[in-house]
Each structure stands twice: as C-alpha cells, then as structure tokens.
C-alpha cells in the first residue's frame, strides 16, 4: 500500500507503508546511527516525534526483545528507505514490520531518507504527516502541521509508581524523565541500589529517603514545558546531595538555576558525535538524542561552567556546578548500543558519592 509523508513546508514523499496503517501527524527528526534501531524505538526521548533513519538498510538483525531500552517503542512514526524483509541474526525474535503492527505504528519505507535528512538539515526541523490517504488535500493538511505541538511528553512516559533495582552500595534516586533502563542498569552493575521515581515526585520525597545520590535523567521534549519539575530540580540542586545528570536531566538543572535554553535547528541525534572535554582536552564519541541545548550565554558562572563542548558545532554538551557536587551531561554515557566512550562518568558519579564501597 502506498503511503505519504507530507511536511509542513509542502514537500511530499511517496513510499510504502509499514507497520500501523493510521495517519499521524508530529515532528520529523533523524538519527544518524547505523545500528541500534530497537534502541532508538524504545528510548523514551522521542515521544511526540517521527524518526528518520538515515542509514539506508534498516531491520536487517531483526529484533531482540531483550535490547529494549523501554517496555513499548515511543516514535509516533518510523521512516526508513529500506526495510529488510528477511532479517538474520541469531538472536532475532522478530521483525521490525511485526514489532511496528505490533504497537500500532505507522510507517513509510521506500523514500529517499538522504534528501529528507538534507531538507530538515537546511530548513531546520519540521512537522509532517504519515498517511495512507491518497486523496490528501494538503490546503487542509498543511495548516495542521504548523499547529502541531509536542506538549508535555514526560508525563506521558514517565513510570506511575516507584521502582527499586536491588544492589549492595550507594542509594542512587533516580528521577525518570523517560529514562532508557541502561541508566539504571549501568548504575546497578556497579553495585548501587537504584530507586526510580515518577517524574512529578517532590524533592522533600526524594531527600526522606535519604539517598547517597539522584540521578536526573533523559527525556522528551522541551524542557520549558517542565515548569512543575523545575521547582523541584531546583530543591534538589539547594540540598548537599551529589547529583549527575543527563540530557533533559542537564537541561533542567540549568533552567532551575537560572540559565536558559534553545531549540537547536535540527537536533543532535545518532552515535557518532564527537565532545570535547574542556579540562583535558580529550574529545569522546558520544550517543546523543536531544533537539534542545544549554544557552551557555545565559550561564552565571559563579553557579555553573562549560566542562564540554560539541566538536561540530561548538554547543554546550556539559556543565560543572561550582561549590557543589553537581555534574551534568547533554549526551549519553549510558550509550545503548554504544559507543562506550563515555560510561566512566558512572564511576565518575560514585566517587562524587564517596567511592566505591
């Protein structure tokens, strides 16, 4: 069956439809990376978007369930240029056509990915629809892309009720944003008891229970939206407790403490961006999914400074807290599937919490 992708600026795509057949409107991104695909499905962080693939063959391993970086994929959409109809890999379960069915996402395959990728990349990042309408009008269409919003995504992926990973060491309260479960995994694989918690949870909750540290994690949307949370962040950051952040998690912390942030034109999203430490002078290949950015113009430094900066385009990838035990990153270490560069901030994070125990 035929299907359309249509953006808000006019131009129309004609593929083949995949998974879901229902019609979607919602913000078209891409991701550079050439493995991974279930891990994008399933990160949290792209609800309220559409996702573009733009390695060219996509599906070919299938899919393993126990990769999953949440329960249920999050994309509102999926597109690729090509769909592998045969996968092989001996750990394949299923296939990403069946997976997509499965959780009623729709899809277009068949589109040249590269010129779309090229076309969010000069015009910037843009709403679209998926839909298998061949009799669209798109003086009725058009309209309802550019009204199109994300709103509040992080209510709508966070977990309802507290979850405990069981470890030996530091109590680590974990605040799920749309946390990927390599986060806590990583943290439980080095010994720490992880409490995950509701995104809406109050921090006088959060201090009771006395953690050795908190975790802010990653997570949809704009971060402007959280305006309930950033309350709470900023009580978190006021207690002695040492904090780590991550992506939306960084971002939230800056806004709590005064700082501003940006929509960046098209977003970083894939494994392959390169980040600068400022203090060694070390650049890592980092996993990255985010469309917003620390204004580090609006940065006070007697609150906070740059400790990282993107390679490629000089935006702000990390900030060092002063007088506090405060760090914050606006990529991945985590990284499921990888690159791996930047896991030993975990251990970083531990030795802020006092060593390993």
């Not at 808000?8 to 995949?18: A, K, L, P, R």
């Not at 918690?197 to 006088?204: K, L, R």
């Not at 909750?205 to 990653?218: F, H, R, V």
Request: charged share 25%; with cysteine; glycine share 10%.
């Amino acid at each position: 069956m035929k299907a359309f992708l249509i953006l808000e600026d006019g131009h129309v795509f004609t593929g083949t439809s995949i998974g879901s057949r229902k019609e979607i409107i919602s913000e078209i991104v891409f991701n550079t990376s050439m493995t991974g695909y279930l891990e994008v499905l399933t990160d949290p962080s792209y609800a309220g978007q559409a996702v573009c693939m733009t390695y060219p063959l996509i599906g070919n391993y299938g899919i393993c369930y126990e990769d999953q970086e949440s329960l249920r994929p999050w994309p509102d959409g999926y597109i690729v240029r090509e769909l592998s109809r045969m996968p092989s890999n001996f750990r394949c379960q299923d296939t990403i056509q069946n997976f997509l069915k499965r959780f009623d996402i729709p899809g277009i395959a068949g589109i040249d990915t590269r010129a779309l990728t090229k076309i969010l990349r000069e015009e910037g990042t843009m709403n679209g629809m998926i839909t298998t309408d061949e009799n669209y009008d798109l003086n009725e269409i058009l309209p309802k892309l550019k009204a199109y919003k994300t709103g509040k995504v992080v209510e709508k992926v966070t977990c309802s009720e507290p979850a405990k990973w069981k470890g030996e060491g530091y109590r680590v309260a974990l605040m799920d944003f749309g946390v990927k479960k390599s986060i806590p995994a990583s943290l439980n694989r080095r010994g720490c008891q992880v409490t995950v918690y509701p995104a809406q949870t109050s921090a006088e909750e959060i201090l009771a229970a006395k953690p050795d540290g908190i975790m802010l994690s990653n997570g949809p949307g704009d971060p402007k939206e959280c305006r309930e949370i950033i309350k709470e962040v900023r009580k978190l950051y006021d207690s002695n407790v040492p904090i780590f952040a991550i992506c939306l998690g960084h971002q939230l912390m800056a806004l709590a403490t005064g700082a501003d942030t940006k929509k960046l034109k098209y977003g970083h999203r894939g494994g392959n961006h390169p980040v600068k430490d400022l203090a060694t002078g070390r650049v890592y290949i980092t996993s990255q999914n985010h469309g917003y950015v620390v204004d580090t113009e609006t940065l006070d430094p007697k609150v906070a400074v740059p400790a990282f900066v993107n390679v490629n385009d000089g935006t702000n990838e990390g900030l060092r807290y002063i007088g506090k035990n405060i760090f914050t990153v606006q990529y991945h270490p985590e990284a499921a599937p990888g690159p791996q560069d930047s896991a030993y901030l975990f251990d970083r994070f531990i030795e802020m919490m006092g060593g390993n125990k």
